[in-house]
């Protein structure tokens, strides 16, 4: 067994895998998008082909996760078996230690980072990012003058249960319908009842539409929910990215507001844009640089300084790395900040370094011997 | 005699090629040289006309120069001073090229007519294209046909030819300088009975009529005239911006004068016009002198880009190569010393021309050699001939030489065809606007694409003096082998530092170190490949034989890589496939696969077969 995961044809094999699959992946995008691409190829165990006209899904290539996960064991049960500790194995040991440590830290970086963005127009402050990809159902108690309750149900919740109870609620969410990706039609009068007897979806009807793929579009989900309070039920309510704003309602004296909105990370700071440029090339629409100067202010510890993110000079605070990522076409006074929170972001460095110098101790020992031998 | 003939050879080819930057004369009695020089912005970046010229020439059709017929040609710029100022004879001249048959059949060109046709020819024709060029547009690009791609191609040249002859003048007026000295002369009453006019007083509308008449013509010839051709008018805030033509002429009612580079445009279009070479050359001295002061920087860098398009020192590189491939080949057979050192020499030779034109152009972008796909097939090249001359200083027989010379014609080729698409200097977007990771990134994984097809050309070296050639011994097989696993474990490093360091670019500019994007998975297919090499050769698994086919095969993939990834937006997909580079992409992965076959039959030499 052990003589099977340390043989160098397995290498061999993983690495010929591997290449079939980053190829088939790359082709592949053409088709399904970047994003489906991924997930089909690279982060899967197993990489399924349906038989047309079927639902039978055939396994036809081992996945990302496979490859890399053989090609790991692969790795230290060679190293464990075959190579020990010598010195001139060291090259060998250096370039296979920093290709661990990489794809270890992509994993990490695969299952551990978040990304979402801040999206701020001058003069705005903002202390949260929104999810790119994922949405929360929010239920604000609006009644206190100088703060607001929330309660954020995730999306993937809306997805799987019916009924959700949460203590800060009096009354319980019943979700009747939910749609990952949706769209929307007017009711002209006459023709038909929403299914909504409540807030802004009186007036439209949502119906379901298949998932994007493309990295470029992003989903817009929608559900009807239902509130129940122990007295009987209060309506229901269309909820979707569509409707930008939250729909007010009142409840046992208290006023409430519900939406659905892109997931928010909170933070204990704040970020406030002062000021955005956005340059161009002379007499082109061709952008040359964009910066963002923005002041950031956190009250636990009482730092409060102007920062400026500008392309390749991102701000790195808390843990996270805010990145200048674009502007909006119609605002001029909006920039677009990318967030990122990825524990295994070093990662790379080192392994880039621990492979390089692997491999140039590795080589000049080979040339060293090749020209002892030319000369003797 | 031996031992000179080398030395002689490759100092005539090195005068040769040193001639090219002696500048050039003139055509005709008007400067055109000097009117070349003058600098200008376009697409962002200043640049001197004679640039303009080119690159508008590439656009419609493909060269720098228009055919006169019997084999004369005439220089871009001198083309680009008869469609400014005298369009009617520049519309005979055949600067389109219209080679789509169902495009020649719709303007109803022969068949077997002349490929390169004038602006007379499709004059009556110019609506049709219009509209087919319209409904063609609306098709997403990926989903055109080559009948629509071309017809778009060429109502876009259309368009940029218009906009040319509507740059220095407006195409309908022949004494531009009079229309300019009318308009100075209605400036001032025109201005003042405008203000009257704010004012409630009585004020004279014929003054006003005037000036809002001429105001009209210049209308258009700010929305056509293409390159900024006017310097600032205050030097105090700063070297930006240009403006063109007309937008200068209407921005003259703020100034409440005429900018002096209008004046002297003006008088040089009516010069050119009225066939006055001497008044046409005054203007220019006049205008250039007038420049010298507070735009010296300008004219200096301008002037410098003229000289780099005169030289065109990667053509030159390109001819020089080819020689040395073909004096390496021949020493196989005969004559070696002589023939192997004239290679030699001549290789050398062009490398350094090569290497100058690479410094040349990084001091006008001020930018590391690699910035788009034509810098770096040049870049790739270079980095090729290096590896080569010292191969060939190693090992003294020849093989560094032949397969360097045939690397660097090739990458030179593909660049002068990448460099047809127009200008090769183009601007970079924001996010690529970062020297320290263009140098250190680009260049690591550029030359490991040179290494990795250093290596598959030693390769066909092997397999070719092998099966073809009487002069393949199994010492040469050894050496060869030997060489070609030190490239790739050269290629190996690079590759792989490459393509991390690329993921740290990535990493610091939106915080996403590996994404799955093409052109990423390419340079990891570089990198799986070359491991796949070094193991199977490591573990035993290939020997001599399979090593050399292993390392053929790394062509394909590394111009897989390079090329195809940038292919599948356009190809693969609907029909796109037939796209000229994607043709000639897998013309080249067809002849590497039938290299690793002709590796399996027995050479002449009758060569034990090997695995």
Redesign the interface.
Known sequence: MMRFFSSIRLTLVCLACAMVLVFAGTLAQVELGLYAAQAKYFRSVLVFWTIPGTSVGVPVLPGGYLVGGVLLINLICAHVQRFGLSRDKLGLLMIHAGLILLLLGQLATDLLSTESTMRLSEGESMSYSEDARHCELAILDTSASDHDLVVAIPETRLARHKQIRHPGLPFEVRVIEYWPNSTHRPIEPGQGTARATQGAGQRVQFVSATPETRMDRRNIPAAYVELVASGGSLGVWAVSLWIGAGQEFQHEGKNYEIALRPARHYRPFALKLLRFSHDKYMGTDIPSNFSSDVHLSNARTGESRDVRIYMNNPLRYGGETFYQSGYDQQDPRVTILQVVRNPGWLTPYFSCVLVGAGLVVQFLSHLVSFVKRRNA | MNKWLPWIVTGVFGLWALSGLRPPRPATDFDSIGFGRLPT?????LQPLDSVARNSLLLLCGKQSVGLGRGARMPAIDWLLEVAMKPEVADGRAAFKIDHPELRGLLDLAPDGSLYVGFDAIRSRVEEIETQARRASAVPVENRSSFEKAVVRLSSGVSLYHRLKNSFRPEDTEDFAAVVAAYERSLGPGLAAWRLRQENRPFSQEDLDRLSKALQGFDVLSSLAYP?LIPPRDLQTGR???SNLGTSLIEAIHAGEIHPAVRFYAAMASAYRLGKAEEFNRALADYRGWLAGPFALEVRKASREFIYNAWRPFVVSLALYLLAFLAGCASWFGWFQVLNRTAIKLLAVGFLVHTAGIVFRMALEGRPPVTNLYSSAVFVGWGAVLLGLIIERLNRDSIGVVMAAALGLLTQIVAHNLSLGGDTME?L???L??NF?LTTHVITITLGYSAMFVAGFLGIVYVVRRAFTGTFTEAIGRRLA?MVY?VI??A??FS??GT??G???A????????????KE??A??VV??C??IL??R??G?VRERGLINLAIFGNVVTSFSWFG?NM??VG??SYGFMDQAFVWLMVFVVSQLLFIGLAFSSGPSGARCRR
Do not use: K, Y
């Open positions: 912005v376009l697409n962002g970046r900024l930006e911006p240009w601007m977007r924001a996010v606007d970062s990771w030997r030190g474990c050269f190996t490093l792989f530092v991390v360091v993921g740290i670019w990493d610091q500019s939106w915080g996403r170190f590996w994404g799955w994007d093409p998975n390419g990891l297919l799986l490949w491991a796949i193991h199977a490591g573990g698994l990834v599948l937006g693969l997909h």
